[in-house]
């Protein structure tokens, strides 16, 4: 008997399960995001180291935050909200995932304290987001507006583009591609929705080999050469003022199924039906000649019978084009892609002022530019090796979003921790009018936004300390000193907005604000339950054998209890498991 006074135990989660509440395991969530960020911390910045990650298929070198913290495959549940910030502020800004995942970090880090001291995580949770939308409201109180129309607005774009690239493997040769980037980009703001598909209307193409140097713009579509039949080498490579043709439609010879049947009385017949198939690829390849296209490309397979077709009536085809691609034309050219080759009239051609297949170091790509819609642009990428393609193609996708941004929002902010620093400046100011805890609070959050001044000073191998200590002075004393920040190359302070340093202030204000919210979701939890991996595919429902019957047997199991005795008595035998709870019989009656 139970004693009295005692009531059974109820189990509620499944056996093994991890369950940690309290103090305890916010601060040991705190600590899993610290070790996440140490992994990150030291690619920030122009000195800002990479990082190789190897998953034992390939290897990436970056030192783009979103990308590691992408391959780092991190299966803390609580440090898994870095991830999701970082590729938050990928797909938003294009760049900062460093410094968002640092500034998070740092919060908690500052807020630590707090917490072991019993500070109820709702009042630090309330006073961040204070402090957070105090922070953005003074980031765009110091933005500065250009006029994009003027030469000043471009140059804005420019110098845009070089902050965004000066941490990236590219940054000697950010006089290349910055101008390649606004121009690819501004091409885009002249269509009010254009922007928004930044990533549809620019193509980026990687091929290895050559120099860096190589790397061009087309101001156009240009796509690798298809996998082509025989007689390819007969067709002409190079127009001007082309007619084009998109289809989706298949033009190969078919033939009848093999376990067709077709009944006939004599050979003739056959023939007929042999030569009902032919007509049919003739009149499919006769529309598109009739129609007056000088250039046919599809995203299915164009048959050798159909390249030696066009070849010899001097037009030129491409089968299996990508669908990218295939849409990227149909928007420059003015053409609509057909699904038929019925009722093909002229207005649903293409055209541009050139086009030419050329070789681009061992590849040959088809090139059409001087198109009438003159959104989509392409980069062609050069570079010694796979990884470094990479790694650039990474770099100006940032760069890409980062003018992207610029463009939208039309104003600037100085970067170099210039920003951080005069935010942090007025935080403190207001937090002396807070009252309780929310003035430690407040000032706790105005110390984690010097961590990028900081790590910048550390990554660089400058003292840290002595430069933060400088420009506390300059934006606390000088009125001229909102602008001050870390100066790279000499190790010293320097007005990094007259220097050109200059990012996006939406850039800053989206860092601060989904910092803020990771760091808020971290700090509002307060029990954490982690299922363990189970083998057996019934231990999903958490039930124990027989609890559907009643603590009863499974039918299964009875029956097979009783089969076996029954085989006992006549000699025989059972063995043998199909699946869980089904059996099968062997040796019965005896045998």
């Given amino acids: 008997m139970m004693p009295y006074g005692m009531r059974p135990g109820i189990i509620l989660l499944r056996e093994g399960t991890d369950t940690s509440q309290g103090k305890a395991q916010l601060i040991s969530n705190i600590n899993a995001c610290q070790a996440v960020a140490d992994a990150v911390r030291t690619t920030l910045g122009p000195r800002g180291m990479d990082k190789l990650v190897a998953d034992g298929r390939k290897v990436t070198i970056s030192n783009d935050g979103a990308t590691i913290m992408r391959l780092l495959e991190i299966e803390h549940p609580a440090a898994k ?14 760049d900062g995932t460093t410094s968002v995942v640092l500034l998070a970090v740092e919060i908690l ?14 009042i630090l949770i309330r006073h961040i987001r204070l402090a957070s939308t105090l922070a953005v409201r003074k980031v765009r109180e110091l933005s500065i507006s250009f006029d994009l129309s003027t030469p000043q607005g471009h140059d804005m774009l420019l110098k845009t583009a070089s902050t965004a690239l000066n941490s990236k493997l590219i940054a000697t040769h950010q006089d290349l591609f910055a101008p390649m980037i606004v121009d690819a980009v501004k091409s885009l703001s002249e269509d009010p929705d254009g922007l928004d598909d930044l990533r549809g209307m620019i193509a980026i193409k990687k091929i290895p080999g050559g120099d860096v140097r190589q790397s061009f713009l087309v101001k156009g579509v240009a796509f690798k050469k298809t996998f082509s039949y025989a007689g390819f080498e007969q067709m002409t490579k190079k127009f001007a003022n082309p007619k084009i043709l998109l289809l989706n439609v298949e033009l190969e010879l078919k033939n009848e199924k093999e ?110 530019t001087g198109c009438p819609n003159s959104l989509t642009s392409t980069m062609i990428l050069r570079g010694g090796s796979e990884q470094f393609i990479a790694e650039s193609e990474r770099s100006i996708h940032d760069a890409l979003m980062v003018v992207k941004r610029s463009l939208k929002s039309g104003a600037v902010v100085a970067g170099g921790g210039a920003v951080e620093l005069e935010v942090a400046k007025h935080l403190r100011e207001h937090a002396l009018s807070i009252e309780g805890k929310g003035q430690l609070i407040v000032n706790a959050y105005a110390k ?5 001044p900081r790590q910048l000073c550390d990554n ?32 010293d302070i320097l007005d990094t907005f007259n220097a050109g340093i200059w990012e996006p202030s ?64 006549k000699g025989g035998s ?4 199909i699946g869980n709870g089904v059996s099968y019989l062997r040796g019965r009656g005896g045998g």
Avoid at 81 to 94: A, C, H, N, P, Y
Avoid at 574 to 577: D, F, W
């Fill in 109 to 122: 880090k500052q807020l630590k304290p707090f917490v072991e001291e019993g500070v109820h995580p709702q």
């Fill in 259 to 368: 376990n067709a049947e077709v009944r006939i009385e004599d050979p003739e017949q056959y023939q007929s039906i042999v030569d009902a198939e032919w007509q049919v690829i003739y009149d499919k390849l006769d529309a598109c000649v009739n129609c007056g296209a000088n250039i046919v490309l599809s995203k299915l397979p164009i048959g050798d019978l159909a390249t030696q077709y066009f070849a010899d009536r001097g037009l030129f085809c491409a089968g299996r084009v990508e669908d990218g691609d295939l849409k990227r034309v149909a928007k420059a050219t003015g053409a609509t892609v057909q699904t038929s080759t019925n009722g093909i009239y002229e207005g649903v051609l293409g055209t541009c002022k050139d086009f030419e297949e050329k070789r681009v170091g061992d590849e040959r790509f088809n090139i059409f």
């Fill in 506 to 569: 939406d850039n800053k204000s989206n860092s601060l604000a989904s910092a803020t919210e990771a760091a808020g979701v971290i700090l509002s939890i307060d029990e954490t339950v982690i299922n363990p991996r189970s083998q057996d595919p019934g231990a999903a429902t958490g039930m124990m054998p027989g609890a559907g019957m009643g603590g009863q047997k499974p039918l299964s199991n009875m029956m097979g209890s009783a089969m076996d005795a029954v085989n006992a008595q």
């Fill in 81 to 94: 909200t870095l991830v999701d910030i970082s590729m938050s502020q990928d797909s938003e800004v294009g």
């Fill in 448 to 452: 984690a936004l010097e961590i990028v």
């Fill in 574 to 577: 059972r063995s043998g498991n």
């Fill in 460 to 491: 660089a191998g400058f003292d840290s300390n002595d430069i933060l200590s400088a420009l506390r002075r300059k934006h606390t004393q000088d009125d001229d000193g909102k602008w001050y920040g870390v100066d790279i190359e000499n190790g």
